[in-house]
């Protein structure tokens, strides 16, 4: 399950789908895509929302650190585990990736925190 933010969570959702995995997509927010998918992001967003075998909407109609939240929350409620890529910083702000593994911990969803040697922030 994924929200398919660019970056980690759609790489992730291809090396998925590259095995044979099956891709289930929450999106935040009803404007989702229309707000926050950048034009040189478009077409691999597209792919992978094609390639889902289920695309939920939370029911918020803009995107913003709320439906963010609220879209990691509804993963949390239906997973039996998480794999974050994470650096193990605080998050910059509420619904970060950091928010997202206290909140898994808290919900006693165990977390395997993905960060390889040598990797950094872009």
Same mark, same amino acid.
């Given at each position: ?49 094609? %390639? ?13 650190? &709320?439906?963010?939240?609220? =879209?990691? $929350? #509804? ?8 794999? %974050? ?13 950091? &928010?997202?593994?206290?909140? =898994?911990? $808290? #919900? ?15």
């Amino acid at each position: 399950m994924s929200c398919l933010a660019r970056g980690a969570d759609q790489i992730f959702a291809r090396a998925v789908l590259n095995v044979g995995g099956s891709l289930e997509v929450v999106l935040p927010a009803a404007d989702y895509r229309d707000r926050k998918v950048k034009p040189d992001n478009a077409a691999e967003f597209d792919e992978l929302i094609g %390639a889902a075998s289920k695309v939920r909407t939370m029911p918020f109609a803009e995107s913003g650190r &709320d439906a963010y939240m609220g =879209a990691s $929350e #509804h993963i949390l409620d239906t997973v039996d585990a998480m794999l %974050a890529v994470w650096d193990g910083q605080p998050s910059a702000g509420h619904s970060g990736t950091g &928010d997202v593994v206290k909140a =898994a911990r $808290e #919900h006693d969803v165990p977390v395997t925190v993905i960060w390889p040697d040598g990797a950094g922030r872009e």
